[in-house]
């Protein structure tokens, strides 16, 4: 599992909260990535991080923020949810095994009412 | 913006049958993966294609890279039931970077 985790697993908040989502590795990635999944879409990426306070956008990044202060966790905040933001989220890690694979956490359910 | 297409978008086939999932891309890549997921789980790393021509093959699964057709595909020989999942490609269009754009997924059911 690259040694990830995500927290909490599952979440239901209500509209206009913020909330953050915790990924921690253990193995010294230094690529992490946070994606959402919904139907009918594949997974799309929000954003990702390349080094301890070196963030950039993906496709989805509208409403999100991140923050990678140390190496082993990348947070994903939404600052003011709403309920297109629920969702399932996966963190990946690009790395071992493999060095060109992503490999990615157990992901998060969101729910946002 | 880079699309990918994957079809069918779901597949029902037998035990024992031959089929082929196709991804398609629509922009300059050399690098593709194929991920499994298992219904309410995370999604698995199959194969990463990094050339034109590659071909990966584990156990019932092949899969090959078409580039100058943009153009990948998943072969599956002689389905069994644990074969039954989703099954994502996903380009790199950072060349690199690994900015992945997924496809939306073909749901394959194998049945006995």
């Known amino acids: 599992d690259a040694g990830i985790t995500q927290s909490p697993r599952h979440k239901v908040t209500e509209t206009g909260t913020p909330v953050t989502l915790r990924c921690h590795q253990t193995?010294?990635?230094?690529?992490m990535y946070w994606y959402r999944q919904d139907p009918g879409h594949g997974l799309r990426l929000i954003h990702y991080?390349?080094?301890?306070?070196?963030?950039d956008k993906g496709e989805v990044s509208d409403g999100y923020s991140v923050s990678r202060s140390k190496t082993e966790d990348f947070l994903l905040t939404l600052e003011s949810a709403t309920s297109s933001q629920t969702s399932v989220y996966f963190c990946?890690?690009?790395?071992?095994?493999?060095?060109?694979?992503?490999?990615f956490g157990p992901g998060t359910r969101l729910t946002v009412l | 913006e880079l699309k990918v297409e994957q079809n069918p978008l779901f597949l029902s086939m037998q035990e024992g049958k031959n089929y082929t999932i196709y991804c398609n891309y629509s922009?300059?890549?050399?690098?593709l993966y194929w991920y499994r997921q298992d219904p309410g789980k995370s999604l698995e790393s199959l194969f990463v294609?990094?050339?034109?021509?590659a071909v990966k093959q584990e156990g019932r699964l092949m899969a090959s890279l078409d580039t100058k057709a943009r153009l990948s595909t998943l072969h599956i020989t002689a389905a069994v039931h644990d074969l039954s999942a989703t099954y994502f490609c996903?380009?790199?269009?950072?060349?690199?970077?690994?900015?992945?754009?997924f496809g939306t997924g073909t749901r394959l059911t194998i049945i006995p």
């Open positions: 990946a890690v690009k790395g071992s095994p493999s060095p060109d694979t992503q490999y």
């Open positions: 193995e010294n990635h230094r690529y």
């Open positions: 991080s390349y080094g301890v306070k070196d963030t």
């Open positions: 922009t300059t890549s050399d690098r």
């Open positions: 294609l990094l050339s034109n021509g």
């Open positions: 996903a380009v790199d269009w950072s060349f690199g970077n690994e900015k992945l754009t």
